[in-house]
């Protein structure tokens, strides 16, 4: 089962993303993660993404559509996985639609996670992030147990710097220029669903799970 997640930045994509990884076993693809681990270790490809992050820009499909190949190569993706973050403009969607092609493979579903700008400058403003594994919070709609710590792993968590106020509305203008019309473009696959992510985290999470039985 190959999947991938559509949305606007903050919209749910990685939370329901975690929660299909869980229910059906196959690993959650974040490039998001990915740059951000690579920024933390002080990589080459940390350096080059960090000033486009930061920016609230896409990092450029040079540096993008090689690690992401070369990840969905690795053993754990032979039973599929969720794409959480990427594809995120037309150029990297036909890659992977070549890719996949070589290996008489394709997406089966792509989900789109549907929330109004509106409401996504609260989402981000309250999101709190595991710098260790990658789990994410909501100060108001999915505070941790104890504040400031991840429930799974005791890290603290931290605000990612992206999603202050200032980049937030840069990222939804580069969602709407450059990542929307890969709604278009999944839907000429035949393969584009859509939920209403406004809803609970649980309500988004059964209408996914009806959509991938
Ligand atoms: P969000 O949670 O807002 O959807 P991500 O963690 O997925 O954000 O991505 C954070 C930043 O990392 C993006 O704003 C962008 O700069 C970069 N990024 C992540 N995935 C991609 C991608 N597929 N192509 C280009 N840039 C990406
Ligand atoms: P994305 O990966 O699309 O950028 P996240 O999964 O990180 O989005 O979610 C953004 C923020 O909104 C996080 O703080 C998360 O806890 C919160 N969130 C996710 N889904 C919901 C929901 N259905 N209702 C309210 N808040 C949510
Ligand atoms: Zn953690």
Same mark, same amino acid.
């Given at each position: 089962?190959?999947?991938?997640?559509?949305?606007? !930045?903050?919209?749910?994509?990685?939370?329901?993303?975690?929660?299909?990884?869980?229910? /059906?076993?196959?690993?959650?693809?974040?490039?998001?993660? $990915? /740059?951000?681990?690579?920024? *933390?270790?002080?990589?080459?490809?940390?350096?080059?993404?960090?000033?486009?992050?930061?920016?609230?820009?896409?990092?450029?499909?040079?540096?993008?559509?090689?690690?992401?190949?070369? *990840?969905?190569?690795?053993?754990?993706?032979?039973?599929?996985? $969720?794409?959480?973050? /990427? !594809? *995120?403009?037309?150029?990297?969607?036909?890659?992977?639609?070549? &890719?996949?092609?070589?290996?008489?493979? =394709?997406?089966?579903?792509?989900?789109?996670?549907?929330? !109004?700008?509106?409401?996504?400058v609260q989402r981000m403003s309250g999101r709190r992030a595991c710098p260790v594994c990658? &789990?994410?919070?909501?100060?108001? /709609?999915?505070?941790?147990?104890?504040?400031?710590?991840?429930?799974?792993?005791? &890290?603290?968590?931290?605000? *990612?710097?992206?999603?202050?106020?200032? #980049?937030?509305?840069?990222?939804?203008?580069?969602?709407?220029?450059?990542?929307? !019309?890969?709604?278009?473009?999944? =839907?000429?696959?035949?393969?584009?669903?859509?939920?209403?992510?406004?809803? #609970?985290?649980?309500?988004?999470?059964?209408?996914?799970?009806?959509?991938?039985?």
């Amino acid at each position: 089962m190959k999947i991938v997640m559509l949305g606007a !930045p903050g919209a749910g994509k990685g939370t329901q993303a975690r929660m299909i990884s869980e229910e /059906f076993g196959i690993p959650q693809i974040s490039t998001g993660d $990915i /740059f951000r681990a690579n920024i *933390r270790n002080q990589t080459e490809l940390g350096k080059k993404a960090k000033s486009y992050m930061d920016q609230g820009l896409l990092v450029p499909d040079e540096l993008t559509l090689d690690l992401v190949v070369d *990840r969905l190569a690795k053993d754990d993706c032979a039973k599929g996985y $969720i794409l959480d973050g /990427f !594809p *995120r403009t037309i150029p990297q969607a036909e890659a992977l639609t070549r &890719a996949l092609c070589e290996q008489n493979s =394709k997406i089966d579903y792509a989900i789109d996670v549907e929330v !109004p700008d509106e409401n996504i400058v609260q989402r981000m403003s309250g999101r709190r992030a595991c710098p260790v594994c990658g &789990a994410t919070y909501h100060i108001h /709609f999915n505070p941790p147990v104890q504040e400031g710590i991840c429930d799974e792993c005791g &890290a603290q968590l931290i605000q *990612r710097e992206d999603d202050k106020a200032e #980049t937030v509305q840069k990222r939804l203008d580069v969602y709407h220029a450059q990542t929307q !019309p890969l709604i278009a473009y999944y =839907k000429e696959q035949g393969c584009m669903y859509s939920v209403d992510g406004t809803r #609970t985290m649980e309500d988004v999470f059964n209408d996914i799970h009806k959509i991938l039985k």
